[in-house]
T-cell receptor
Framework: DAGVIQSPRHEVTEMGQEVTLRCKPI?????LFWYRQTMMRGLELLIY????????DSGMPEDRFSAKMPNASFSTLKIQPSEPRDSAVYFC????????????FGPGTRLLVL | TQLLEQSPQFLSIQEGENLTVYCNSSSVFSSLQWYRQEPGEGPVLLVT?????EVKKLKRLTFQFGDARKDSSLHITAAQPGDTGLYLC?????????FGPGTRLSVLP
């Protein structure tokens, strides 16, 4: 299996622009998580889905952030408009099958908002 | 809300030394997980422990879960440069994955 795939790996944008991060979970996994990691705040859970349905979005910082999962093999995290404080590494992770406790992380998207 | 603390925050040692890092929770763990994150990569699961007092070994790594299931330690024997990374503990409940802030380990050759 190819593992969790994220794109792009790096994104540099200017304040006010829209940013879309993409994730393809491991086939057959029924949970998908979006995290944000910074040196100051560590790894923060933003939102997670179960069977494509958002279950808990309490970690989404504000209305500028939105996430969708239109099908079992694709999810997006959108920031509109972006701000410099959104600069971080964004990870997607999936869980499923018999290993319900193991999260498989993607390589992350490193976002820099100027 | 469950809060996890890890210590030390940073650790820099020479190759061949032993070390121990710690994880403490404000509440009982559902199950405790240790992940290692190498630079530029996502975290990778090392081990899951469930039972209080449980000890698991993974080559040179020894994981211990406290009897009360609120704390854990990770001991590395004869550290190698390949052990360098961020070590994260987490509660492995799928409905409530919570990560600690991590211990950033650097093993110098």
């Amino acid at each position: 299996d190819a593992g969790v795939i994220q794109s792009p790996r790096h994104e540099v944008t200017e304040m006010g622009q829209e940013v879309t991060l993409r994730c393809k979970p491991i086939s057959g996994h029924d949970y998908l998580f979006w995290y944000r990691q910074t040196m100051m705040r560590g790894l923060e859970l933003l939102i997670y889905f179960n069977n494509n349905v958002p279950i808990d979005d309490s970690g989404m910082p504000e209305d500028r952030f939105s996430a969708k999962m239109p099908n079992a093999s694709f999810s997006t995290l959108k920031i509109q408009p972006s701000e410099p404080r959104d600069s971080a590494v964004y990870f997607c992770a999936s869980v499923g099958g018999t290993g319900k406790e193991t999260q498989y992380f993607g390589p992350g998207t490193r976002l820099l908002v100027l | 809300t469950q809060l996890l603390e890890q210590s030390p925050q940073f650790l820099s040692i020479q190759e061949g030394e032993n070390l121990t890092v710690y994880c403490n929770s404000s509440s009982v763990f559902s199950s405790l997980q240790w992940y290692r994150q190498e630079p530029g990569e996502g975290p990778v699961l090392l081990v899951t422990v469930v039972t209080g007092g449980e000890v698991k070994k993974l080559k040179r790594l020894t994981f211990q879960f406290g009897d009360a299931r609120k704390d854990s330690s990770l001991h590395i024997t004869a550290a190698q440069p390949g052990d360098t990374g961020l070590y994260l503990c987490a509660d492995g409940r799928v409905q409530n994955f919570v990560f600690g802030p991590g211990t950033r380990l650097s093993v110098l050759p």
